[in-house]
């Protein structure tokens, strides 16, 4: 990577995926704390939304979770069920 992006997991190349998500792949990806502020539920709440629900299974990179844009639909929806 360059640096010139605004965070350091906003695009990821295929090599630093591992093989392991072919179809994110040049998409916007979101670390936990972006992904937070985009759906409105604390890093910890998503945290336990992964763990206790198995609600989505983001992309492991350096042992950081990386979350796609259907990630983050997949939790706005569950929001959006589990609200009042």
């Known amino acids: 990577m360059d640096g010139t992006y605004s965070s350091p997991v906003r695009f990821l190349t295929l090599q630093m995926l591992n093989n392991q998500e072919a179809s994110v792949t040049n998409k916007k990806l979101y670390s936990i ?3 937070a502020r985009e759906t409105g539920y604390s890093s910890e709440t998503i ?3 992964e763990r ?3 609600l989505v299974k983001p992309i ?3 042992g950081s979770r990386i ?3 259907n990630d983050l639909a997949t939790i ?3 929001k959006t069920a589990h609200s009042k």
Request: charged share 45%; net charge positive.
């Open 33 to 35: 704390g972006e992904a």
């Open 47 to 49: 945290r336990r939304l």
């Open 52 to 54: 206790e629900h198995n």
């Open 60 to 62: 492991r990179v350096n």
């Open 67 to 69: 979350f796609s844009e």
């Open 76 to 78: 706005r929806r569950w």
